[in-house]
């Protein structure tokens, strides 16, 4: 089945305790991006990847880092969380070569930073 | 920013009824795309439409573009219960998407 899987669904933790979401997906698609949404704001786009190796900033990427070493994954790390980043976060991929088609998304991950 | 708003914010409708939702956007665009959103559950594709077209349709869907005013709207026609969700659309900037607000959708049995 074509989907893509994060984890984890749920954690809770406290501030500057370092974490990791994992992002996969099994569609081959080269292009994955992070967002986080919050009630009034809609989705905002964190980081984005257009293929291995190449990442670019989002509209809010400040205390986020990522990577792309393979094709299928794309983890969200959060060196130092704070409580401004308790938000539900989503990871999407789209079509290879296909940086604007549809993208496909995950179930979601609801971060709370104490 | 360059994110969009959907107006209106909420809707309620009965079951049967047409729901009708606005997108309004801030720069040029190659495509413009709507999703829906279950509770809090990830968002699901609806239809795109490219800056060239004027008007699409899929289903019970259908979606106008007008580039000169930037703004896009999505008819869900004959609405179900299952119809009720946020509805978000998202544009396009080189390899960025933005994302409205949203319109929160019910529809009433």
């Known amino acids: 089945e074509a989907q893509v899987t994060q984890n984890p669904r749920y954690l809770i933790t406290v501030t500057g305790k370092k974490l990791t979401v994992t992002c996969s997906q099994n569609?081959?698609?080269?292009?994955m991006s992070w967002y986080r949404q919050d009630p009034g704001l809609g989705l905002r786009q964190i980081y984005y990847s257009m293929n291995v190796e190449v990442t670019d900033k989002g509209d809010v990427p400040e205390g986020y880092k990522v990577s792309r070493k393979e094709k299928r994954n794309f983890p969200l790390i959060l060196e130092s969380p704070s409580p401004n980043q308790t938000s539900l976060y989503f990871c999407a991929s789209s079509f290879p070569g296909a940086a604007t088609d549809t993208q496909y998304f995950g179930p979601g991950t609801r971060l709370t930073v104490l | 920013s360059q994110q969009g708003e959907e107006d209106p914010q909420a809707l309620s409708i009965q079951e049967g009824e047409n729901a009708t939702m606005n997108c309004s956007y801030k720069?040029?665009?190659?495509?413009l795309q709507w999703y829906r959103q279950n509770s809090g559950r990830g968002l699901v594709h609806l239809i795109l439409?490219?800056?060239?077209?004027r008007e699409k349709h899929s289903g019970r869907l259908r979606v106008t573009l007008d580039t000169s005013k930037k703004s896009s709207s999505l008819l869900i026609t004959a609405s179900r219960a299952a119809d009720t969700a946020s509805y978000f659309c998202?544009?396009?900037?080189?390899?960025?998407?933005?994302f409205g607000t949203g319109t929160s959708l019910t529809v009433i049995p």
């Open positions: 439409i490219r800056s060239n077209e």
């Open positions: 720069t040029s665009i190659n495509n």
């Open positions: 998202a544009t396009d900037a080189g390899n960025q998407f933005y």
């Open positions: 569609m081959n698609h080269e292009y």
